[in-house]
């Protein structure tokens, strides 16, 4: 008979959580770069994870009608942003902690190691719109 007063550690899964709620992880074989890994269409909301290898850019988007957040999951991420009005004019963050960027600011990821990861949590219908820079955009240590 087990001590109710003592509980058993347990390591995080997708069976071993699932009772309890999502774990925001790529599903197993998934290939992909973006997974939906929950949603809450009632209320508008969704939960993502994202996952990159690339060393610069070639566009920027920006969701003119939602904010969006990026949390840090693995790897160094850096976040480009630019005010809405100067898309060229990116600023460069080390993401070592989470943001939710305000509606219409222009915004990509860089992996500073081989892949980095970030979940983002934004509306359920999100409008995109991108902006194409005439040569890539990296980032260098100033």
């Known amino acids: 008979m087990q001590d ?22 790529f599903l197993p074989g998934d290939t992909g770069n973006f997974y939906i890994a929950d949603k809450e269409p009632e209320s508008g909301w969704r939960v993502a994870v994202f996952r990159y290898t690339n060393k610069e850019i070639q566009k920027i ?3 003119p009608t939602s904010k969006e957040s990026f949390e840090p999951l693995h790897g160094i991420t850096v976040l480009l942003v630019a005010e809405h009005e100067t898309p060229e004019a990116c600023h460069a963050f080390i993401l070592d ?17 081989p892949e980095a990861q970030v979940k983002i949590t934004e509306n359920v219908e999100v409008e995109s719109v991108f ?11 100033a």
Do not use: I, N
């Open 4 to 25: 109710q007063r003592q509980v058993p550690l347990e390591s995080v899964t997708m069976t071993s959580f699932k009772p309890f709620g999502t774990v925001l992880e």
């Open 97 to 113: 902690k989470p943001v939710v960027l305000a509606k219409g600011v222009w915004h990509q990821t860089l992996a500073l190691t």
């Open 61 to 63: 988007e920006c969701h």
């Open 131 to 141: 902006y194409t820079y005439d040569k890539p955009k990296r980032v260098y240590l």
